[in-house]
DNA sequence: TTGAAAGCGTTACCAG
DNA sequence: CTGGTAACGCTTTCAA
């Protein structure tokens, strides 16, 4: 009672300063050490202490300071979780899963919301600042960040990308793949000429699903192929489908668009601005299978990423190396759901 | 030099524990103070000092720990955001903008997600274990969370919904002025019959937006109105109509539906699978101006919600209350903007 | 099982 | 302007 001056006369649980452990301590009569005991896990108190220490809590409204513990335990219980602007309506669900599934856990989110994919800059520093125990980020970083973040050993999880050269975890939809069975079914389809609308230049996605589909084509010898670039948003989706029309001189065959909210865009263009049916007159297809995908106005033939074991695969990736440091990257990449909407013509037999 | 043998002999900056003050200003060859003074905004340090401090700092890799900081002034620099379950596809830009503009100040966002509106439960407890300066929450608290989170002097603000009989301060888009917008519309353009759609039951936002359609119709005269009610899904709108359509005998002459998503769901229903145009036959409206309110398809009648506005305003007026706790709660409320789109027959001419 | 005391890495106050 | 020292609220030995 001489070095806490605090706990002096005021016993009401009123105003001013939160209640610390050292007041429930007084409270109870008992040590300090006995109160922080009681409000941990591996505890060892024995029942009368508890119920007197919980008594005095809870009429003082005391609750253990998660920061104070932080700092002896050298544990945030934060994880750094980092979005790009989400132009892709596909986050959203992403990121309310991750962090329920964080949560469960007992392990609380840090959210960082960049503008562009590439200001990571300050948003490093913050993360080292508040000492997260962890980050599971959906854009890059560059070699030198990701050294920084390396040498304060804090493990790293990437989200549908990784960084090129590096050792580094993560997991991810194959887009590749995606793309493949996509530019497969238009072929087989029998269309010859393609337009690929791709996303912007600093998304690791956008360009993994353009070379994706350019390959593919490029391997069945299609070589009639008209590249447009847009935001990943539906009104430059819209702008890029003229765009390659009057690249074109007409409309090809088919429209391959990096994402969902693109080939809808595509569509909207294609039926409004040129008078062509979708997919009578031309095939447009997508990336994701975000909610309006499904509207039955457009029934998009895309892919689907996996989102729930996606979210839960990067969730336990991280929690994993959080516990145990030493453990080496890892890559886990889950292949898309081929969804066949009526958004293009895909049935060779027609 | 002598209460901290942890400034030793390794002078390296590789692994095991992250640099401290104390490591950088034995380096650096000054006092501890001196290198937290360099670290802070008003500092009082020569400039030789805090070129020698910096020096030694990024030769470490040195950063000061915020959790530290936070411990020591008392302040955690956090917000907590609650959101609930995104069905909604408006709050991803929501939280996205929110996020930057607490960035922008210095304010770090933990972020907590609910899997329905009503688990406010463990939430709280969190937020105060955290110290986090202030809450922003589109969920509703229960008034006994309420008091616990008053009695801990954290400042809150609501968004889009509000305490009822509490004194607490909110942001919120007028959703009843929207209905009635809507109502009006409708009605000048001479519809009698209404199907209104709901959300889910613990939603204030559907609450009120269904209690301020229903208001004005009864206001107009109109007694020919269906109610059902959704999930604020996709899914739910196109079953709602059917519902509506076999409930009535007949599909009204116009749907007002609680959110653009039910909306689009309604429009895609009442085409598909009763081969009704729209708004040919039927006029069908929403309330939030997401972005497939816009794609051409569906082309929305709708109430947007003035995101920018709104989360500016949330985050300064929580960012007020963090520096000046006595400011005494307030309410904004903001029009939202009335979208003529073509789902809905409005021109009375016609 | 319990209590005393030593940190965790900062900031804040106070002399020099 | 600079350095010493006391908190901040907790967990964690170490004895009792």
Redesign the interface.
């Known amino acids: 009672m001489k070095k806490h001056p605090k706990t002096g006369d005021n016993g009401n649980?009123?105003?001013k300063r939160?209640a610390t452990s050292y007041d429930v301590a007084t409270l109870a009569g008992v040590s300090q050490s006995a109160v922080s005991r009681v409000f941990q896990d591996g505890a060892s108190a024995s029942k009368a202490m508890r119920e007197r220490v919980m008594a005095a809590a809870d009429q003082l409204?005391y609750?253990?300071?998660?920061?104070?513990r932080?700092?002896i335990t050298q544990r945030?219980n934060?994880v750094a979780?980092v979005?790009s602007?989400?132009t892709n309506?596909y986050?959203?669900?992403v990121?309310?899963q991750l962090?329920?599934r964080f949560?469960e856990k007992g392990v609380?989110?840090?959210?960082?919301?960049l503008?562009r994919e590439s200001d990571t800059e300050s948003v490093v520093?913050?993360m080292?600042?508040?000492?997260v125990d962890g980050i599971l980020t959906a854009a890059m970083f560059t070699p030198g960040q990701l050294e920084?973040i390396d040498?304060?050993?804090i493990p790293v999880v990437f989200y549908n990308r990784s960084a090129p050269g590096q050792q580094v975890s993560s997991i991810r939809c194959d887009q590749e793949e995606g793309e493949r069975w996509l530019v497969d079914e238009l072929v087989n389809a029998g269309h010859r000429s393609f337009g690929v609308v791709e996303g912007p230049g600093d998304s690791i996605v956008s360009i993994e699903r353009r070379t994706g589909a350019l390959n593919e084509l490029k391997s069945l010898g299609i070589t009639d192929i008209t590249t447009v670039s847009g935001d990943f948003g539906?009104e430059t989706g819209r702008e890029c489908f003229s765009e390659l029309v009057s690249k074109r001189g007409s409309p090809p065959d088919a429209v391959i668009a990096a994402n969902d909210?693109m080939a809808?865009g595509c569509i909207?263009e294609a039926?409004?601005s040129h008078k062509l049916s979708v997919p009578g007159d031309i095939s447009i297809v997508g990336f994701d299978g975000v909610?309006?995908a499904?509207?039955?106005?457009?029934a998009l033939t895309t892919v689907r990423q996996p989102v729930q074991r996606m979210t839960l695969a990067a969730a336990s990736m991280l929690l994993e190396r959080i516990e145990n440091p030493e453990l080496s990257p890892e890559k886990r990449s889950f292949s898309g759901i081929p969804v066949r909407g009526s958004s293009a013509k895909l049935n060779p037999a027609e």
Do not use: H
């Not at 499904?294 to 457009?298: N, T």
């Open positions: 649980n009123s105003d939160r409204g609750r253990p300071n998660a920061i104070a932080g700092l945030s934060m979780v979005i602007k989400l309506l986050y959203p669900e990121l309310v962090t329920q949560s609380r989110v840090l959210l960082f919301a503008e520093e913050q080292l600042q508040y000492r920084t040498n304060a050993g539906y909210v809808i909207d039926r409004e909610g309006p499904r509207y039955s106005a457009y």
